[in-house]
């Protein structure tokens, strides 16, 4: 035990628990897998007991067992036997450990006291990064998150399960998806043969939506979002870069109420149909969807609103209307490494969170009039190259059309143009101008 006045200068530690953790190995070679779910060399504070450990380890890789004869060896041809305290304190550690039945109790405490040594540490840098008034006050926000949230990762033990306690719950995963046909493995988009060729928007993906203006990103985005939440009834998040929050609200209403849209924004509703209003209004109210309305947002705010809705909402999907309308903090960088660094970065946010971000892209004016390609993606080819799932939307151009024409159906292509994990390919789905919304297509009919 630290005393109370040593207490604000000496790093928390544990040096009883570090030794009873190596002389539990000593007593019992074989509970080295039990002690790595939850420690490391670097988690030892006393040097001695750092590069015993580390000699440990490197026994266990190369297949060997440790006790007094080869863990000295070892330490010995390490060069670190003096630096350990030499045979005699090696041999020394089994007489501080009363048996090995305690380890992982030990270890446990070896680690609490890593843990703590890391957050002091993080704190110290932050202190001096935060009074460097050179260094952005966003760009240190970002930095303590991510720090932290690294740290609490790396404190999860890691461990393993039998072929025979996981066989009885993949069996029942089975059995649930055939009774379901309706059930996938990943957050369900809505439209039914996408979500048949993906299983669902997986986790730790990053998702791009490209279209030209007009043809309707936002529509499907918003369609999908209002079926994860609506429907479904999934934390999901929807930042919006280009439309006010109150715009999207009346397009939810409009689409979940079928009353089209330009009655509710010139108020030309009928009586009968303020039924249909006030119960889509009543499903729109319970859903756990949560829209974010912040133009010109920067890459680093949207990150912290991500992380912060993932611990407090427990969002499963974040929807991003759109990617190249994100701020990136360095304004001095040509468009094209902007996009990437945001590209890279909304994919690294995916797989720290563990869940899929789906954003919106625009395409380059060459896409006009032509079926989208990879190579049409605007600004930057890592788009291409760090997203999981690239789906592309695709109809001619409606402006010559009669109101009549434009108020019915629209049969437009979803291209599945690369999918990491799954096959390639296109459907046919409907677009619905009068709702501004997005549907599968029924071809029971055919």
Same mark, same amino acid.
């Given at each position: 035990?630290?005393? !109370?006045?040593?207490?604000?200068?000496?790093?928390?530690?544990?040096?009883?628990?570090?030794?009873?953790?190596?002389?539990?190995?000593?007593?019992?070679?074989?509970?080295?897998? +039990?002690?790595?779910?939850?420690?490391?060399?670097?988690?030892?504070?006393?040097?001695?007991?750092?590069?015993?450990?580390?000699?440990?380890?490197?026994?266990?890789?190369?297949?060997?067992?440790?006790?007094?004869?080869?863990?000295?060896?070892?330490?010995?041809?390490?060069?670190?036997?003096?630096?350990? /305290? /030499?045979?005699? =304190?090696?041999?020394?550690?089994?007489?501080?450990?009363? %048996? %090995?039945? @305690?380890?992982?109790?030990?270890?446990?405490?070896?680690?609490?006291?890593?843990?703590?040594? @890391?957050?002091?540490?993080?704190?110290?840098?932050?202190?001096?990064?935060?009074?460097?008034?050179?260094?952005?006050?966003?760009?240190?926000?970002?930095?303590?998150?991510?720090?932290?949230?690294?740290?609490?990762?790396?404190?999860?033990?890691?461990? =393993?399960?039998?072929?025979?306690?996981?066989?009885?719950?993949?069996?029942?995963?089975?059995?649930?998806?055939?009774?379901?046909?309706?059930?996938?493995? /990943?957050?369900?988009?809505?439209?039914?043969?996408?979500?048949?060729?993906?299983?669902?928007?997986?986790?730790?993906?990053?998702?791009?939506?490209?279209?030209?203006?007009?043809?309707?990103?936002?529509?499907?985005?918003?369609?999908?979002?209002?079926?994860?939440?609506?429907?479904?009834?999934?934390?999901?998040?929807?930042?919006?870069?280009?439309?006010?929050?109150?715009?999207?609200?009346?397009?939810?209403?409009?689409?979940?109420?079928?009353?089209?849209?330009? #009655?509710?924004?010139?108020?030309?509703?009928?009586?009968?149909?303020?039924?249909?209003?006030?119960?889509?209004? /009543? *499903?729109? =109210?319970?859903? $756990?969807? =949560?829209?974010?309305?912040? $133009?010109?947002?920067?890459?680093?705010?949207?990150?912290?609103?991500?992380?912060?809705?993932?611990?407090?909402?427990?969002? #499963?999907?974040?929807?991003?209307?759109?990617?190249?309308?994100?701020?990136?903090? @360095?304004?001095?960088?040509?468009?094209?490494?902007?996009?990437?660094?945001? !590209?890279? %970065?909304?994919?690294?946010?995916?797989?720290?969170?563990?869940?899929?971000?789906?954003?919106? !892209?625009?395409?380059?004016?060459?896409?006009?009039?032509?079926?989208?390609?990879?190579?049409?993606?605007?600004? %930057?080819?890592?788009?291409?190259?760090?997203?999981?799932?690239?789906?592309?939307?695709?109809?001619? *151009?409606?402006?010559?059309?009669?109101?009549?024409?434009?108020? +019915?159906?629209?049969?437009?292509?979803?291209?599945?143009?690369?999918?990491?994990?799954?096959?390639?390919?296109?459907?046919?789905? +409907?677009?619905?101008?009068?709702?501004?919304?997005?549907?599968?297509?029924?071809?029971?009919?055919?």
């Amino acid at each position: 035990m630290i005393p !109370s006045e040593l207490r604000d200068k000496i790093p928390p530690h544990n040096a009883e628990a570090e030794q009873a953790v190596l002389g539990a190995v000593l007593l019992d070679p074989d509970s080295v897998p +039990a002690i790595l779910k939850y420690l490391r060399a670097e988690d030892f504070y006393v040097n001695a007991n750092r590069d015993i450990f580390a000699a440990v380890i490197s026994l266990y890789e190369k297949g060997q067992k440790a006790d007094l004869i080869t863990l000295t060896d070892e330490l010995k041809s390490l060069g670190s036997l003096d630096q350990a /305290g /030499g045979p005699a =304190y090696v041999a020394g550690l089994t007489s501080v450990t009363p %048996s %090995s039945a @305690n380890v992982e109790y030990y270890a446990r405490i070896v680690q609490e006291t890593s843990v703590r040594r @890391n957050l002091i540490k993080l704190s110290a840098e932050l202190n001096s990064k935060a009074r460097d008034e050179s260094v952005e006050s966003g760009l240190v926000l970002d930095e303590a998150q991510a720090r932290i949230f690294d740290i609490t990762q790396n404190r999860q033990s890691v461990s =393993y399960k039998s072929v025979k306690e996981l066989l009885p719950d993949t069996i029942k995963t089975i059995e649930k998806l055939y009774k379901n046909k309706n059930a996938f493995t /990943g957050v369900p988009s809505g439209l039914t043969e996408l979500d048949t060729m993906t299983s669902g928007f997986q986790d730790s993906e990053l998702v791009i939506i490209g279209a030209r203006p007009s043809v309707g990103k936002t529509a499907l985005a918003l369609s999908m979002a209002s079926h994860v939440a609506v429907k479904e009834h999934i934390p999901c998040a929807f930042f919006s870069l280009e439309m006010a929050d109150m715009a999207i609200m009346q397009r939810l209403i409009s689409s979940e109420a079928r009353i089209a849209s330009n #009655k509710i924004r010139t108020g030309l509703i009928k009586p009968s149909d303020f039924t249909a209003l006030m119960d889509a209004a /009543g *499903r729109i =109210y319970e859903a $756990p969807l =949560y829209i974010i309305d912040m $133009p010109n947002m920067k890459l680093l705010d949207l990150r912290t609103m991500v992380r912060r809705l993932k611990a407090e909402k427990d969002i #499963k999907i974040a929807f991003i209307d759109y990617l190249t309308l994100i701020t990136h903090e @360095n304004a001095d960088l040509p468009r094209w490494e902007q996009i990437s660094s945001i !590209s890279r %970065s909304l994919k690294a946010l995916a797989r720290e969170l563990k869940m899929p971000i789906v954003a919106l !892209s625009q395409l380059k004016r060459e896409a006009e009039g032509k079926q989208p390609s990879l190579s049409d993606l605007r600004e %930057s080819g890592s788009i291409e190259q760090d997203a999981d799932l690239i789906l592309f939307l695709h109809r001619d *151009r409606e402006t010559n059309k009669s109101k009549e024409e434009q108020s +019915a159906m629209i049969e437009t292509e979803l291209i599945v143009a690369k999918q990491r994990n799954g096959p390639v390919g296109k459907t046919t789905i +409907a677009f619905l101008p009068s709702y501004t919304r997005f549907e599968s297509i029924d071809h029971r009919g055919d």
